[in-house]
């Protein structure tokens, strides 16, 4: 059974730029949540969701930040527009029932 | 005041020891309490995952709740040098996944063989 996969790993943009994360959960697994990492700091909640549905987008940006996830294929974090201060390593995690989460790889965003 | 606070360290010690990892934490809706294991640059492994005041043992590992001290510790026993990560403790008021975990900064651990 695959763990959570992120892809891609490491990604470099420069600032106007959009960035596309994406992330295919465990198998069997319905709930996705999306959560950033900066440096020296721990992991803060962006946003939760089922399939086709935003559940919970507390954490996340107003502006330039969306995320979906489609009845078929990976949940997208989309930035528009990325600036200095959108590097971070964002990380997804899946969970079957919503209690326990498992997360991915993460991907290494680098903004020129 | 941090919803949970956690001292990043680093924390050295040698092989064979005891380590001591703890989290303190402001809100009493915590209910559910993990401790995740991130090696450096890869995502956060789940270790052990408890929702009850008192001790889970897991192996080497034995995650500790009191929730009337709103405190939580993880101890790993006879350590290893493949033990040396960052640990983050990670926490939440319902098992329904409707409410995010909150987590810790994280404690940077090194044992030294």
């Known amino acids: 059974n695959a763990g959570v996969m992120q892809n891609p790993r490491h990604l470099v943009r420069r600032r106007g730029q959009e960035a596309r994360l994406r992330c295919s959960p465990m198998k069997g697994h319905s709930h996705v949540y999306w959560y950033r990492q900066l440096p020296e700091e721990g992991l803060k909640f962006m946003v939760y969701l089922q399939k086709e549905n935003i559940i919970d987008e507390s954490g996340m940006p107003k502006e330039r930040f969306s995320a979906e996830f489609p009845k078929e294929g990976p949940s997208i974090l989309r930035i528009q527009q990325v600036v200095r201060g959108d590097s971070a390593a964002y990380f997804c995690?899946?969970?079957?029932?919503?209690?326990?989460?498992?997360f991915g790889p993460g991907t290494r965003l680098t903004v020129l | 005041q941090k919803e949970v606070e956690q001292d990043p360290g680093p924390l050295s010690v040698p092989e064979g020891a005891i380590v001591s990892l703890n989290c303190t934490y402001s809100?009493?809706?915590?209910?559910?309490f993990m401790w995740y294991r991130q090696y450096s640059r890869k995502g956060p492994e789940l270790l052990m995952y408890?929702?009850?005041?008192g001790n889970k043992e897991d192996g080497r590992f034995t995650a500790q709740v009191d929730k009337s001290s709103k405190y939580i510790s993880l101890f790993i026993r006879d350590s290893q040098p493949s033990d040396s990560a960052t640990y983050l403790c990670a926490m939440s008021s319902t098992n329904s996944g409707n409410t995010p975990l909150v987590f810790g900064k994280g404690t940077r651990l090194s044992v030294i063989a």
């Open positions: 809100n009493s809706a915590f209910q559910y």
């Open positions: 995690a899946s969970s079957p029932t919503g209690d326990t989460q498992y």
């Open positions: 408890t929702y009850s005041s």
